[in-house]
């Protein structure tokens, strides 16, 4: 029998979650040792024995074989959820392509050295007769503090510790003095810390409309008969597909099951999370990168302890170590929050579609504009399909929406940001005291600062991107975080005709203000949302009415519900549809469809005005009327002609170093070993090498070349391949992109 080797990782719950140790498996545990298995193993020059966990199995050794040790044991009947957690890294790691090591950083919630919270309570440790004769003798003996509390303890027989410092004056060397005689003991609860204020009324379940209720019906039907699958909810947007959730919830924690709800902006964690507060109380926590370390591994404890049973939060939530875990909802499910950007660069989707299978749960994805592949996945049978057609709210009807062609204003002498009819419909808002929320794709003041002398556009020195202006009078690149001075004099000719192009979130507040001096104006977007707080304070004052305008990057148009919002202004509708992006269209559809979402979600009419310089797009014609199937029918029909995922699937190798040279050698390398492969003749296209759409961050040169494949399984060996045949190289970092 061949000899078999793994690597155990001693401790998970330790911040050094970077190394592993190889250990032989014995032939008697050859078919029990698994990938996430929990074992015994001794460690350590005392050969101390101590669990570990499975990460992976190889037959090669990574030492001298004299010197490998071998597995002692393994846990029997114990299904702990760090196993499950990392049965999901190694797949992960497979699938996406990184180490083991960073899969795990992923999933498993690291414990760092954060402060524990702790209550003490002192109790009495005689009995009320003992203690009675012992308070005789403290009186004889005039002991002023010992009386005082052991009197109160006489009565109370409990008192928590800050109360018998502050409030009885009684020294910590009397409380020694008392423990150390055993009169006393102090106890120690660990508090942990929530990240939900309590103090917020329940609200009784929401009535659901006959198509909410049909959906709701169908889960449930298949989850009592132990049928477990992927469905999605397409609902127009105000649907209330939230509400539709919730009784899935309620009956999924009815079996005595837990529940992870992914959003996919932080910006919606307090608004979502006070609607499932209110519906199932205390039981109901949130975890997002706001959060401090403490508050942050505090939620984790609690899920894992079986403290909470429902878990709201971004992407990093569906790692959440719930035990038994019965249910994962991803709303909005199209949003491209849900694609990590650091490696692995797995999607959310398809991680929680592959937990749930892994613990006999099911997923529900839900959005108003579903990504191309996930619908092409529910029309194919793949995925259950729930259809929602009209808004919830009784008397809340679609709004009415102008698309306003910026060409004709131009040609008309307008040369404002404002085009006629939105600037109408602005006065007529204000003047109903309505709200109106006006929102662009850009942050900053201006796009980019150039020279109209010589054409120059001032680049970041670091990265192949033009720095963004801000009206505090700096240029940022957004990038690596590189700033300078708004120059006066263009650094290349010497001219002053240098100003900056495009506009920004900043630029828009004030222009708004110039136009609109009565209206009370906030702005949102990554720079007045840095600091913790600042977007539930910004949310809180739109929903209170404290101002009538909002104006926003695209945090804004997504998810919210604010009833008297009754004009939604999209202010450069088509800027995505110019990027260098084979999802352009799809995700300005997208944008635009829930932007338009926003307005008229009470009774009172909605509008939404839809500016753009190129008005016959299908995006936006589709995006206007609200047409997801009509705009699916064309979408799908390009990607299928050009080979574009659902209808492939579509592998990007970047390749990065600070050597030029050589990230252009590595590339062209790795384009040449994957075309000379038999094994994938006839069944790949090898698109590339080039450079990067950003050719080079942080000094750092970019470049790509992309793989079409028809099989899931070819993407992923050809991965590995160039995994296996690059690992040595150095100088270089090799990352994949799926899809």
């Known amino acids: 029998m061949a000899i078999l080797y793994a690597d155990v990782i001693i401790d998970i719950a330790l911040a050094t979650l970077d190394k592993t140790f190889q250990y032989k498996i014995p032939d008697e545990l050859m078919d029990k040792v698994s990938v996430g298995c929990r074992v015994r193993v001794p460690f350590g020059n005392g ?4 669990s570990g966990y499975v990460t992976g199995i190889s037959n090669k050794a990574e030492y001298d074989e004299g010197l490998i040790k071998s597995i002692f044991g393994i846990q029997e009947n114990e299904e702990a959820i760090e196993g499950q957690l990392i049965k999901l890294a190694a797949w992960m790691k497979d699938r996406y392509g990184s180490t083991m090591i960073q899969a795990l950083k992923t999933v498993i919630p690291v414990k760092k050295k954060v402060k524990q919270v702790e209550k003490k309570y002192i109790t009495l440790n005689i009995s009320p007769e003992e203690a009675k004769k012992l308070l005789a003798l403290y009186t004889k003996k005039n002991h002023k503090a010992k009386i005082r509390l052991l009197s109160q303890l006489i009565d109370d027989k409990e008192i928590p510790y800050d109360i018998v410092v502050h409030k009885l004056n009684i020294s910590a060397a009397t409380i020694k003095a008392l423990e150390k005689d055993t009169v006393i003991c102090i106890n120690h609860e660990r508090i942990y810390r929530t990240a939900v204020k309590s103090d917020y009324g329940r609200t009784e379940a929401v009535l659901l409309n006959e198509q909410q209720q049909a959906s709701a019906d169908t889960f ?3 989850y009592d008969e132990d049928r477990h699958g992927t469905y999605l909810i397409h609902g127009i947007t105000g649907s209330g597909k939230t509400e539709v959730y919730m009784e899935m919830i309620r009956h999924v924690l009815n079996q005595g099951r837990q529940v992870i709800v992914l959003i ?4 919606l964690t307090y ?15 949130m975890i997002n990168s706001r959060l401090s370390a403490g508050e942050r591994y505090d939620q984790l404890e609690r899920a894992k302890n079986g403290d909470i049973d429902i878990m709201v939060g971004p992407r990093s939530a569906l790692f959440t170590p719930f035990k038994n875990l019965g249910l994962i909802v991803i709303d909005e499910e199209h949003e491209g929050a849900y694609k990590s950007e650091t490696t692995p660069r797995y999607h959310a989707r398809e991680v929680a579609i592959k937990r749930a299978q892994m613990c006999n749960a099911s997923v529900v994805l839900g959005s108003a504009t579903p990504s191309v592949d996930t619908y092409y996945r529910a029309l194919s049978g793949e995925y259950k399909l729930m259809s929602l057609t009209k808004r919830a709210k009784e008397g809340s009807i679609l709004p009415i929406v102008d698309v306003v062609d910026m060409r004709k204003e131009l040609l008309n002498g307008n040369r404002s940001i404002f085009s006629d009819r939105l600037r109408e419909l602005i006065t007529e808002k204000l003047e109903r005291h309505e709200q109106i929320m006006l929102f662009i794709n850009r942050r900053g003041y201006s796009g980019f600062v150039s020279c109209r ?12 991107v033009t720095l963004t202006a801000h009206n505090y009078g700096r240029m940022v690149c957004h990038y690596c975080g590189f700033e300078q001075k708004l120059p006066k004099i263009c650094p290349a000719c010497g001219s002053k005709n240098i100003a900056g192009f495009g506009i920004g979130t900043e630029k828009v507040e004030t222009l708004t203000k110039q136009e609109f001096p009565e209206a009370s104006v906030i702005r949102m977007d990554l720079d007045t949302t840095s600091k913790k707080g600042s977007q539930e304070k910004i949310l809180s004052d739109f929903a209170d009415g404290k101002a009538d305008i909002l104006i926003g990057t695209q945090m804004i148009a997504k998810g919210h519900d604010f009833p008297n919002v009754t004009l939604v202004g999209a202010l450069a509708a088509d800027i995505s549809l110019n990027s260098n992006d084979i999802f352009a269209a799809e995700k300005t559809f997208q944008l635009l469809t829930q932007a338009a979402g926003r307005a008229g979600r009470s009774s009172k009419q909605g509008n939404v005005v839809i500016q753009t310089y190129n008005p016959d797009n299908f995006s936006i014609r589709t995006a206007a009327t609200q047409n997801y199937e009509k705009f699916y029918e064309e979408e799908a029909s390009f990607r299928k002609l050009l080979r574009y995922p659902p209808y492939s699937h579509l592998m990007t190798v970047l390749v990065t170093s600070p050597d030029y040279n050589l990230a252009d050698s590595i590339i062209s390398r790795i384009s040449t070993t994957i075309k000379s492969e038999a094994d994938y003749a006839g069944e790949i296209e090898v698109i590339g090498p080039s450079d ?4 080079r961050i942080n000094d750092v040169f970019r470049k790509n070349l992309f793989i079409k494949t028809k099989r899931v399984q070819t993407m992923t060996d050809i991965k590995n391949t160039i995994e296996e045949k690059f690992k040595d190289t150095k100088n270089i970092i090799i990352l994949f992109d799926m899809n």
Do not use: W
């Open 692 to 695: 990067a759409l950003i050719s």
């Open 220 to 222: 449930i039907r298949d």
């Open 47 to 50: 050969n101390s024995i101590r």
């Open 271 to 285: 608004q979502t999370i006070m609607r499932f507060y209110r519906q199932f109380g205390d039981r109901v926590s």
């Open 453 to 464: 002398a010589c054409g120059q556009a001032i680049k970041c020195p670091h990265c192949d």
């Open 264 to 267: 996919p902006e932080i910006a």
